[in-house]
């Protein structure tokens, strides 16, 4: 399969000239190590084998010949894969098993300083073992040859399927990038929240042991992944290292055969990191023995005291200095992180000379002109929704007379539940409306009885407002949030956690909390985002009427699957609890197809914000809402209340205080009153 010379050749086409003069590439020494070697041959080695039977892979050009990579080999690799994914269940297992405090120590890099940080599954590797568990669901006695019937797109292109990969790759290398960058982030031991929603024992709820040649292979290539993990050089240098070359492989640039620089290069170590993190816990402690092996490992049991077999664990692996592989990523990661910060990270937005319009990246073009015609769009759509559920009946409601109360907490509450809104029965309107009416060509009720289709219709018109509804708000209420904030934006009350819509002024506005800078300064900072009136309305009328006359039918058919009715945006799928992001952004994507790039989530926030820096804050940078003109509005006052308890009434806060003298003595007396009120309510403003 390799042709002679094949590691002292490489092809002129691979003959890049790699630039050693960025601290980066020098501290590495990638380009000496891969010199005069074919890297996009070995960029391609790194991949996940073939996913279509009885094809070669095609790994490069190799003299003017293609070299592959044949069938059999690569359905021995898929059997492999298949072997991997049971040894990070098995070891995910036991991550779940593990105790909180031994997951911290495991999730530091210190000897003695404890890190309330546990170390944890991250949400892509919860989607990639539900999705990987279902592939493999023949009997593991049965043998490895793999099913003609698995795959039925075994006719796409290979450069289709490699862009796939490599997108949803990048994406999971970022999610492992996050968790790593929020755990070490900081140096101070700020309490931390155990309780992020997700409970770690369920993940492995439905864990079963494999058995046969399965159980064998599986066990195999944990003991043979750990010899990779506990390699150690008597004399210090790691570079011979399995794990430390592997990580150089997975720093080429596969299409432009160049390598990655610092700040792409650490998701990619947070990423090897966790794994050699499990890998080691499950070397530690394991739930089951390793009984198919020569030499058997016990499970935890045998072990007198766990803890202590997880420190001497640490102590020798997993530290910082160590000389382990683990300690060389340790400190690849490090130095990645210092030229990160030193230096920034590079840009990828283009702004066209005219400044109308600008691209990111390589190929998505964005104009401006797109924005304001979306824009009406989105919000035409959901009153033409809205129009179209409320079968023609125009409800007489006032949005601005809508009161509401930003203090109550009781589980199941909302302003429509406030007794001078008059919102509380009126979707029983509606309902009785429907039983006389017809719904797309067809009627509601049949000989006294719901109508299964039109209810079905009803139904899916509702799935698709509310995916409008989404659109709309995450166009039209100021700048767009992060995706596991907008998405999981609640309307009601739960027993733990206030709503996040409320209604002001006449206008929706929707509050949402950040605690990212709570561990270092004990604050945590609100964005409070308006949603333009003539939306208000349409939403108002979707969350008093539809909503409840939409849970009403879906009972009623048992096709009621959302078991949080408090979160604004449900899963269109009913599976889980709201929105997701990955369906956030196909509903955006949906909703631009026509444009030359479709949005995406991050693709708008992204775009948003760099139109917003090159305009809107040239619009209020001569603004100050700390020190207004008269006490007409109230707000304002009240936010200068709120700027006089964040800075704790200060020689410069008491300047301030003079300045209200135009309020007469009223006027600071309601300032004071502000200033305590926040004090005793610690409420956002």
């Known amino acids: 399969m390799w042709p002679p010379g094949f590691s002292e050749y490489q092809l002129d086409d691979h003959d890049v000239e790699q630039n050693e003069t960025t601290p980066w590439l020098q501290h590495t020494g990638w380009p000496r190590l891969f010199h005069n070697r074919p890297l996009g041959i070995i960029a391609a080695t790194a991949k996940?084998?073939?996913?279509?039977?009885?094809?070669?892979?095609?790994?490069?050009?190799?003299?003017?010949?293609?070299?592959?990579?044949?069938?059999?080999?690569?359905?021995?690799l898929r059997v492999i894969s298949r072997g991997v994914d049971l040894m990070i269940d098995r070891a995910t297992f036991t991550l779940a098993k593990t105790s909180y405090r031994s997951r911290c120590w495991l999730n530091t890099y210190w000897k003695d300083n404890f890190w309330p940080h546990e170390f944890k599954v991250v949400k892509c590797l919860e989607r990639y073992v539900d999705r990987e568990g279902t592939n493999y669901d023949r009997n593991p006695d049965e043998g490895c040859d793999g099913d003609d019937d698995e795959r039925g797109d075994s006719d796409y292109e290979d450069d289709d399927d490699d862009e796939d990969d490599r997108r949803t790759d990048e994406k999971h290398i970022n999610e492992y990038d996050r968790v790593?960058?929020?755990?070490?982030?900081?140096?101070?031991?700020?309490?931390?929240?155990?309780?992020?929603?997700?409970?770690?024992?369920?993940?492995?709820?439905?864990?079963?042991?494999?058995?046969?040649?399965?159980?064998?292979?599986?066990?195999?290539?944990?003991?043979?992944?750990?010899?990779f993990w506990t390699y150690q050089e008597p004399t210090g240098d790691m570079s011979a290292?399995?794990?430390?070359?592997?990580?150089?492989?997975?720093?080429?640039?596969?299409?432009?055969?160049?390598?990655?620089?610092?700040?792409?290069?650490?998701?990619?170590?947070?990423?090897?990191?966790?794994?050699?993190?499990?890998?080691?816990?499950?070397?530690?402690?394991?739930?089951?023995?390793?009984?198919?092996?020569?030499?058997?490992?016990?499970?935890?049991?045998?072990?007198?005291?766990?803890?202590?077999?997880?420190?001497?664990?640490?102590?020798?692996?997993?530290?910082?200095?160590?000389?382990?592989?683990?300690?060389?990523?340790?400190?690849?990661?490090?130095f990645a992180k210092s030229i990160v910060k030193r230096e920034g990270i590079p840009g990828n937005l283009t702004w066209a000379p005219d400044g109308r319009s600008f691209t990111i990246g390589d190929d998505k073009k964005v104009f401006l002109s797109e924005f304001c015609e979306t824009h009406y769009k989105a919000v035409i759509t959901v009153q033409e929704q809205v129009d179209e559920m409320l079968l023609g009946w125009q409800p007489d409601i006032d949005v601005s007379a809508i009161r509401d109360d930003l203090t109550c907490r009781k589980a199941g509450w909302s302003f429509i539940d406030k007794t001078e809104n008059n919102l509380a029965?009126?979707?029983?309107?509606?309902?009785?409306?429907?039983?006389?009416?017809?719904?797309?060509?067809?009627?509601?009720?049949?000989?006294?009885?719901?109508?299964?289709?039109?209810?079905?219709?009803?139904?899916?018109?509702?799935?698709?407002?509310?995916?409008?509804?989404?659109?709309?708000?995450?166009f039209r209420a100021s700048l767009p949030g992060r995706g596991t904030e907008v998405t999981s934006i609640r309307y009601l009350n739960s027993k733990l956690s206030i709503r996040n819509v409320f209604f002001y002024d006449g206008?929706?506005?929707?509050?949402?909390?950040?605690?990212?800078?709570?561990?270092?300064?004990?604050?945590?900072?609100?964005?409070?985002?308006?949603?333009p009136i003539d939306l208000s309305?349409?939403?108002?009328?979707?969350?008093?009427?539809?909503?409840?006359?939409?849970?009403?039918?879906?009972?009623?058919?048992?096709?009621?699957?959302?078991?949080?009715?408090?979160?604004?945006?449900?899963?269109?799928?009913?599976?889980?609890?709201?929105?997701?992001?990955?369906?956030?952004?196909?509903?955006?994507?949906?909703?631009t197809q026509d444009l030359i790039t479709p949005w995406t989530l991050s693709l708008y926030?992204?775009?948003?914000?760099?139109?917003?820096?090159?305009?809107?804050?040239?619009?209020?940078?001569?603004?100050?809402?700390?020190?207004?003109?008269?006490?007409?509005?109230?707000?304002?006052?009240?936010?200068?209340?709120?700027?006089?308890?964040?800075k704790d009434f200060n020689r410069s806060s008491w300047k301030c205080i003079a300045a209200y003298q135009i309020f007469g003595k009223i006027g600071v007396d309601n300032t004071t009153k502000n200033v305590a009120f926040v004090r005793k309510k610690t409420l956002p403003v």
Request: glycine share 4%.
């Open 507 to 531: 206008r929706m506005i929707i509050i949402i909390s950040y605690n990212k800078a709570r561990a270092s300064n004990n604050y945590a900072f609100y964005i409070v985002r308006y949603v």
């Open 241 to 334: 290292s399995t794990i430390i070359h592997f990580t150089a492989v997975l720093g080429i640039k596969g299409p432009s055969l160049t390598f990655h620089p610092a700040h792409s290069s650490s998701p990619k170590l947070s990423a090897l990191m966790w794994i050699g993190r499990l890998l080691f816990l499950e070397y530690a402690v394991p739930v089951f023995g390793y009984n198919t092996l020569e030499l058997a490992w016990p499970c935890r049991t045998a072990y007198s005291s766990q803890p202590d077999r997880i420190s001497s664990i640490r102590s020798k692996y997993l530290l910082r200095g160590c000389y382990t592989p683990f300690g060389e990523l340790i400190e690849l990661k490090a």
């Open 48 to 76: 996940k084998p073939k996913s279509a039977w009885n094809e070669d892979y095609l790994l490069g050009q190799w003299h003017d010949m293609a070299l592959r990579s044949p069938a059999p080999v690569e359905a021995q």
């Open 180 to 227: 790593e960058t929020e755990v070490h982030s900081n140096g101070n031991d700020a309490h931390y929240d155990m309780n992020d929603g997700r409970n770690e024992s369920s993940i492995n709820s439905t864990f079963c042991l494999s058995s046969g040649l399965w159980l064998h292979l599986s066990e195999a290539i944990f003991q043979l992944s750990m010899m």
């Open 537 to 591: 309305l349409s939403l108002l009328k979707y969350l008093a009427i539809i909503r409840p006359v939409w849970e009403f039918l879906a009972e009623t058919m048992r096709s009621a699957r959302h078991d949080s009715k408090e979160f604004f945006f449900l899963d269109p799928n009913g599976r889980k609890k709201h929105l997701s992001s990955d369906q956030a952004s196909d509903i955006l994507r949906s909703r």
């Open 605 to 646: 926030r992204q775009a948003a914000l760099a139109i917003a820096k090159r305009y809107l804050a040239k619009l209020v940078e001569k603004s100050n809402f700390y020190y207004p003109s008269s006490a007409g509005d109230p707000m304002r006052v009240f936010a200068a209340g709120a700027e006089l308890f964040r």
């Open 425 to 474: 029965d009126i979707w029983e309107t509606l309902l009785h409306r429907l039983q006389k009416s017809s719904f797309r060509d067809t009627p509601f009720t049949k000989s006294g009885h719901w109508n299964p289709e039109t209810c079905h219709k009803y139904l899916s018109a509702g799935v698709e407002l509310n995916k409008s509804a989404f659109a709309a708000i995450h």
